[in-house]
C-alpha cells in the first residue's frame, strides 16, 4: 500500500515538475505564436576577423575616423561575426602598398581612392574623379545609377579585388602654391603634388608631377621639393599643416570636383562570407560615403575661415583664363589617356555619357541655386 502510495505521487511529481519545465522554457507560447522564446540557437555562426589597411595618417579626420567608426558599426551590426581591425598607413603597410597587401590576400580590405593605382589600372583614375568631370552628387548618381560601379568591379576583377564607394570630400581645393598663378604659363617648370587625371592636366601645362603618399606632402612642401600641392580641402589640409609649407591657397579643385574614397576586398575573403555578411559591407560602405560627405561639408566652412583669420592665408580663386586653359588640355588628356587602354575607354565613355545626360538638369538645379547664393556669399 505504502509502496504503491509512493509510486502514484512520484508520477503526478514527474507530472509537475515537466510542466514547470515547458513553462519555463516558453513552450506554452508557442502554441499561440509559433515562436519558441528561449529556444537554444541552433546555428552556430562562423565568427571573421578581418584587418583593413588605409592610404591616411592616424586620426586623419573623417577619411580615417569615419572608416574606424564603419568598421565599429560593422562589429555592432553582425552582432560580433565580423570584426574588422583598422590600421593607418604605415602601421602595417605603407600607403602605397595597400592594394598589393589586399590582392594578394595578406589582408582582407583596404580604405584609399582608386586614382593612385592609375599604373596597375588606368581606368581607376575615372571611378576616383575627373577633371572638370563630375560632384560628389554627379559621381554617386554615376557610379549607383550609371554603370560606374559595375566598370570599376570590372577593373577591378583581375587583381580579386571588390571595390565598393566608401567616401566623397566633395569639391576639393585647388592646391597651396609657392608662387602665384597668374597665367597657364606659371605652370611651366613647376614641380607639383597632384595625382590622377589633373597630374596629366598639370604636366601638359608644363609641370612636373609627383604623387607623394599622403604623410609626406607636407615635409615635400615645406623643403621646397616641390612647388605646389594639393591634398584634400580646408579641414584636411588645415590638419596637414599646409599653411605653413605655401603662402597661395588657390579654388576651386577643378581636377577633383567629387574625389571618390574606396573600401575595396579581397575577392576570397568577400566571398567566403554568408550573404548577409555580404550584404552588411554593401550597405554599410554607402553610410561610410554618406557621413565622410557630409562631415566634410560640416566642417569645412569653419576650417576655411580659420585659414583665413587666424593662419593670414592667401585664400585666391583660378583666374579664369587659366581655368579655360586647364579644361581645353583636360579635353585633351581625357582622350588620349582613354586611347591608351580598353578598360580606360570604355569607363570614359560611359562617364561622358553620363555626364552629359545629367548636364541639363545640373544647370536648371545645382547651378542656379549656387549662382543665386553667390549673390549673398564670398569666400
Ligand atoms: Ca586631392
Known amino acids: 500500500m505504502n509502496r504503491r502510495k509512493d509510486e502514484t505521487s512520484s508520477k503526478k511529481g ?72 583598422v590600421y593607418a598607413a604605415n602601421e602595417l ?3 602605397f ?23 596597375k589600372i588606368p581606368a581607376s583614375q575615372w571611378f576616383a574623379c575627373v577633371p572638370f568631370g563630375l560632384n560628389a552628387q554627379g559621381m554617386n548618381a554615376w557610379h549607383f545609377h ?12 583581375p587583381f580579386n579585388l571588390i571595390p565598393r564607394v566608401a567616401g566623397n570630400c566633395g569639391c576639393q581645393m585647388g592646391g597651396w602654391f609657392r ?31 609627383t604623387l607623394t603618399a599622403p604623410p609626406e606632402i607636407f615635409t615635400s612642401l615645406e623643403r621646397g621639393v616641390i612647388d605646389a600641392a594639393e591634398f584634400v580641402n580646408p579641414l584636411l589640409d588645415m590638419k596637414m599643416g599646409l599653411y605653413k609649407a605655401a603662402p597661395y591657397y588657390y579654388y576651386p579643385g577643378w581636377h577633383e570636383p567629387g574625389s571618390v574614397s574606396e573600401a575595396t576586398f579581397n575577392a576570397d575573403a568577400y566571398n567566403s562570407l554568408p550573404k548577409d555578411l555580404q550584404a552588411l559591407l554593401d550597405y554599410t560602405t554607402q553610410t561610410l560615403n554618406f557621413r565622410m560627405l557630409t562631415g566634410f561639408e560640416a566642417d569645412n566652412s569653419a576650417a576655411l575661415r580659420k585659414l583665413i583669420d587666424v593662419y593670414k592665408v592667401n585664400v585666391i580663386a583660378f583666374p579664369p583664363n587659366v581655368l579655360k586653359g586647364l579644361k581645353v588640355l583636360a579635353d585633351e588628356v581625357l582622350e588620349e589617356e582613354a586611347a591608351k587602354d580598353a578598360m580606360a575607354k570604355k569607363t570614359h565613355e560611359s562617364f561622358k555619357k553620363f555626364r552629359n545626360e545629367i548636364g ?7 547651378k542656379a541655386f549656387y549662382d543665386y547664393l553667390l549673390r549673398e556669399y564670398k569666400v
Request: proline share 5%; hydrophobic share 40%.
Open 14 to 85: 514527474q507530472k509537475m515538475d515537466r510542466r514547470q519545465a515547458l513553462k519555463k522554457v516558453g513552450i506554452g507560447a508557442a502554441a499561440a505564436t509559433g515562436v519558441i522564446v528561449g529556444a537554444p540557437a541552433v546555428h552556430a555562426k562562423k565568427r571573421y576577423r578581418w584587418k583593413m589597411v588605409t592610404a591616411w595618417g592616424p586620426n586623419m579626420p573623417y577619411l580615417q575616423t569615419e572608416t574606424e567608426a564603419w568598421a565599429k558599426m560593422v562589429d555592432k551590426l553582425s552582432d560580433g561575426r565580423l570584426k574588422i581591425k
Open 93 to 95: 603597410v605603407p600607403a
Open 97 to 119: 602598398g595597400i592594394f598589393d597587401a589586399v590582392s594578394s590576400g595578406t589582408y582582407q580590405a583596404f580604405h584609399c581612392t582608386p586614382y593612385f593605382w592609375a599604373g
Open 146 to 157: 550609371g554603370g560606374g560601379l559595375q566598370l570599376w568591379e570590372e577593373a577591378y576583377k
Open 179 to 209: 608662387r602665384k598663378i597668374e597665367t597657364m604659363d606659371d605652370y611651366k617648370g613647376l614641380k607639383m603634388r597632384i595625382p590622377g587625371l589633373g597630374g596629366k592636366v598639370v604636366a601638359k601645362a608644363g609641370g612636373t608631377v
Open 360 to 366: 541639363p538638369w545640373s544647370v536648371a538645379s545645382e
